[in-house]
């Protein structure tokens, strides 16, 4: 029940634009990732940035206990191997 509920609760705040100062922090975390993680171009790989905060916010829930600092450094640790490693290449 409780899992229902704080779900709800991200979901309704996010409806409400209440989730907009973890869009921040989380844009400015990964922009110090990009510029220092060797062989980075972009940590999201495909993943867009509603996908990432809902990624965050089901970590939120299972490790309730945990700060939202090591909530990132999970989200980074699994976005990792799908990074995109070079800019991709644009044809005339």
């Known amino acids: 029940m ?18 907009l100062p973890y869009r921040s922090w989380l844009t400015g975390s990964l922009t110090a990732v990009h510029t220092l993680t060797k062989a980075t171009v972009d940590i999201r790989g495909t993943t867009d940035i509603d996908g990432m905060l809902g990624l965050l916010g089901h970590d939120c829930i299972k490790n309730s206990l945990h700060s939202f600092r090591r909530a990132m450094t999970s989200l980074v640790a699994d976005l990792c191997p799908k990074r995109m490693t070079h800019m991709p290449h644009k044809h005339a």
């Open 2 to 19: 409780a899992y229902i509920i704080q779900r709800y609760t991200a979901l309704q705040a996010r409806s409400h634009g209440l989730d």
